[in-house]
């Protein structure tokens, strides 16, 4: 049971990142992209691809971040400067992520069609920090080591978001999200902040499948079939426990928090006896309660706050 919760904090933190990249684009900006779709994949695929090529597994993870700023990037200017609906736009690029990632995967093993990469004998971030001599001196497994990371990387991109748009910048992101129409009156480039919000959205999700896949020993071209709808299971959950803050900061921490959450239950789950199968409909399902939860909150507040009024 140890070993089940740990696994699942374990994932929890990874899939926290995508659950963060998804927060910027649908709560920043307001905007549903369905490119997270394929951009986790991207990233897992580029990460196996360079782990195949023997580069360093840190690099791998930023090259892999880059390249999900480039896919994002890509939906922002269909959106943007094509006019193409958010949705439509993130769908395209979707679809292309998936051959591309066949092409990204075809490279290491030089055959066309390959639509998956082990990486089980190849060493990874995880096995590399567990054999470093911090991870020696901690007595540390792969696991114990994933979970560390999963912290470091979680708090390190809070601390960086939530520096980035307290910046000019990332306010004008965040207003472009609230009111477009405003921040065009007050000479903000409102097709230049959806780009780079887009890119940082999906910059995020590519690193998370970058960590996914050297966690699993592996990348798959369906790898992230139904990712979107974990990423928002892990905000609304996130949003229904920290429901009463405004706080940026909170609201970030409470994504993580969802985020360990939904992968915990998933794993209770597992460990209960559920077949694997069922678990897209499982998450269809606790998306769901979270949202009649958050929803019946907001109207619980309300009447109290109609309450508090009429006895002053």
């Not at 904090?9 to 926290?16: E, M, S, V, Y």
């Not at 991870?135 to 792969?142: A, D, P, Q, T, Y």
Request: charged fraction near 10%; proline fraction near 1%; include cysteine.
């Amino acid at each position: 049971m140890v070993d089940i919760l740990l696994s699942g904090t374990t994932q929890g933190l990874i899939w926290a990142i995508l659950a963060l990249g998804v927060y910027v684009s649908y709560r920043v900006l307001d905007i549903a992209d369905l490119t997270c779709e394929g951009c986790i994949t991207l990233g897992a695929s580029v990460t196996a691809l360079l782990l195949w090529k023997e580069v360093n597994p840190w690099l791998a993870v930023l090259i892999a971040f880059l390249a999900g700023c480039i896919a994002g990037g890509i939906t922002g200017v269909l959106h943007t400067k094509m006019k193409i609906p958010p949705i439509l736009a993130g769908i395209l690029t979707m679809i292309s992520l998936y051959s591309i990632n066949i092409h990204i995967m075809s490279i290491a093993t030089e055959k066309q069609g390959t639509a998956n990469l082990s990486l089980l004998r190849i060493d990874n971030l995880y096995t590399d920090f567990s054999s470093s001599k911090l991870g020696e001196l901690l007595n540390m497994g792969k696991t114990n080591a994933a979970l560390l990371i999963g912290v470091i990387f979680c708090v390190g991109i809070i601390a960086i978001l939530y520096w980035f748009f307290g910046t000019e910048l990332g306010s004008s992101i965040r207003a472009t999200g609230n009111n477009e129409k405003m921040c065009r009156a007050q000479g903000i480039d409102t097709d230049l902040t959806k780009i780079i919000g887009l890119a940082l959205s999906n910059g995020l999700i590519a690193v998370s499948g970058a960590l996914l896949s050297q966690y699993q020993g592996y990348s798959d071209v369906n790898m992230g079939v139904g990712s979107i709808v974990i990423g928002l299971a892990s905000i609304i959950i996130g949003e229904a426990i920290f429901a009463r803050t405004k706080r940026f900061a909170i609201m970030l921490i409470g994504i993580v928090v969802g985020s360990v959450i939904y992968r915990l239950v998933v794993s209770l789950v597992i460990f209960s006896g559920m077949p694997s199968t069922d678990l897209k409909v499982m998450t269809a399902v606790v998306v769901i309660v979270a949202l009649c939860l958050t929803s019946f909150a907001s109207k619980v507040r309300a009447k109290s706050a109609k309450g508090g009024k009429g006895n002053v």
